[in-house]
């Protein structure tokens, strides 16, 4: 069996692409494996990090200010769509896969045209325009959130898939907590907001790190760049850790009680499939305020809280989180609630829908 499989731009796409290919190749012994990813993001070296055989394309997202660049780009995507037609018919590939990121819409279009199958994932929510457009002649369409099937109207080859991303994260190693001088008999809220951190949420948060005298302990991630301006002339009590950033964040989420985080895709449906309780606090920075609506499908079902950046304070985290911490029948609500929405078997499941279609 031969596939192709496209996903750029950011961990929230590759990484869902990724667990679909280790599906694949648990479950074809002759399998053979093509990658298309942009020319400059970071799936161009993740992808052959993991020896898969990568083509890049030059293509670019649409800017809503630079229409010079914009015009420019649509010659690029003509360009993009015209190379990915080439390499299908070189390489002929069974099924062709994308899981987001602008890079995905010249290689689907391009499989559609030469009436090759093909699947798209969509993990927000709220379904990007790309995916809106491409649904309508993709042999299957997954989708993270229950709540995204009615963007697809009238498409019965929409099926909810759940996240690829969950499940692997039922495979990692706890973390040991003690490493990072956590004690084993306390709980734990873990405060992260991506690998690059945010200089707003952490200005916000200080005053609470620094005055913090509550009877649980706080691992707080800043983001690497942000670390030494952030704990600078600063000194926070014993039960307060801070640290630039944490390589394995599956496993911290293992040994965590209670998660402070963005509400990127990814990360929810790790958090789902752990069932570990969360307060979202979603990025105004995402194209379609698409954190806002992920995190919003887990309050609306009782599975998680939200506090808006524009009005997150020292005081209403701390006051969120001694509502949630030592509640255990609440959190026992909300981790049944995540249970239900958990799917833990995504790529199984999509990899069945495809070898069925």
Known sequence: MRIIVSAGGTGGHIYPALAIINKFK???????????GTHNRMEKDIIPANNIKYEALEIYGFSKTNIKRDFKNIS????????????????KPNIVIGTGGYVTYPVISAANKL??????????????KSNLALAKKCSLVGVSFKESLKYFKNNSNVFYSGNPCGENALGVVAA??????????????????????????????????????????????????????????????????????????????????????????????????????????PSPYVANNHQYYNALALKENNAGLMILENDLTSDLLKQTINEIINNETKIA????????MAVTNASELIYNKLIEK
């Open 26 to 36: 648990e479950k074809e012994k002759d399998l053979d494996i093509l990658y298309i």
């Open 76 to 91: 690029l995507i003509l360009k993009a769509r015209q190379k990915c037609l080439k390499i299908m018919q070189e390489f």
């Open 115 to 128: 009436g090759i199958k093909t699947f798209i994932h969509e993990q927000n929510s709220i379904p990007g």
């Open 176 to 281: 040991d907590k003690t490493k990072l001088g956590i004690k084993k008999n306390k709980k734990l809220v873990v405060c992260v907001c991506g690998s690059l951190g945010s200089s707003t949420i952490n200005a916000k948060l200080k005053d609470y790190l620094i005055n913090f005298n509550d009877d649980y302990e706080v691992l707080y991630i800043t983001g690497k760049n942000l670390y030494d301006n952030f704990v600078k002339d600063v000194t926070f009590p014993e039960n307060v850790k801070v640290i630039p950033y944490y390589d394995n964040l599956s496993s911290l989420m293992k040994s965590a009680d209670l998660i402070v985080t963005r509400a990127g895709a990814s990360t929810i449906s790790e958090l789902l499939a752990l069932q570990l309780p969360a307060i979202f606090i």
């Open 333 to 340: 609500i909300i981790k049944d609630n995540m249970k239900k």
